[in-house]
């Protein structure tokens, strides 16, 4: 079986904060409706899922809402339980859970420690710009209990990531951003741009909040502020992405991947859809009731959409970079008169990012190609108990230099590494 992650509404839409760019917001069965993830439903998904993954010994769980924490802390250590019961010998099992981190105290930080969680925590930026659009049904900003939250997290030894909304209120401060994640010691940022549009409406025009222009200013000027020399102390998502295209690796983001392959969607009461765009009757795949969660996986319905992003719109086909950016996402896309589609919305955005950095992105993606296939040569020859290369023997990446001044220098053994998902 090929890998299948699965994400999971696990309160539908209940929230406890009523961001202003919300995409989910609104279900089918109403707006902010009190949903919890139903427990038989999982313990009839859970053991056909870890079937599912038995070959490949990875199994997958993301938890997003609304906001998961709602679901409580009993809640997830039930979860847990079920998933090591049901899990094959040998199987790994990734929890990723994205939180506004308001509900998170010690004894949250310590359980998704113990378990693993990666946690995803939405900080749109130091307070002022924060509590701009991130604020709860009384208008109140939601800063300082993110912070308390995110603070017992990295106390308990947690991995956090960072998601930041970029919008109008901060679209224009890239550099203000990235101080304060230094500052904060954040490793890992993920920057996705306001859209104000309802997954239960996909045919609706998208509206969006931010240009073309102003985010393709932001990523400049964010990939300046990065970049440091080409040894970058912080992994920012779309940069990876586009560095994976360079150097030859599947992409771990569907957006710039060849396919819309993100995995299933779950809702609270076992529907399953192709994505977290397109929560909407018309792709519905099936509930987990009445259909198993192979047979929907294979589905005609599943594969068309996997296959939706091809082919790729005309000016897509014929651009530049289409081999860094692989036409974005087709949420983006408009419906042209002439029955042709647009390419993604922030197309001019990418375009924008590739003219002012593609030259330096290229050369860190020749370095992590190297770096990757030193590494695995050390591999092969150390497994065959072999010494590796001396300081002054060509090096094992082929680049024709010596050693000790190629993959062999320590100042390059800490080379950049992809962000984790
Ligand atoms: S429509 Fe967009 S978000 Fe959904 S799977 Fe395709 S690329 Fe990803
Ligand atoms: S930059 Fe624009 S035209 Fe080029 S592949 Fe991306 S979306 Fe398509």
Redesign the pocket.
Known sequence: MPPLSLMFKTVSTDCNLDCSYCYYRQSLEGSRVRRRIERPMLENLIPQYMAYVADVRAARFAWQGGEPTLAGLEFFRWLTDLQERHASPGTSIHNALQTNAVLIDAEWAEFLASHRFLVGVSVDGPEEIHDALRKDRGGHGSFRRMMAGLDALRRAGVDCNILCVVGPHNVGRPRELMRFFRREQIGYVQFIPAMDFQATEPNARPRYLVSPEEYGRFLAELFEEWYEQGKPRISIRIFDNFLQSYVGVPNDA??HGEY?D?GLIVEYNGDVYP????IAPAWKLGNIFEESLASMAASPACRAFVGR?QPLPAACQICEYRQQCKGG???NRLSLEDGSQSPDYFCASYKQLFRYADERLGAMGDRIARRLRYEEKLELVTADRKAAPGRNAPCLCGSGRKHKACCGDPALANSYVFSQQ
């Open positions: 569907c957006v819309c993100g994505c977290d765009f397109y992003k996402c087709p949420r």
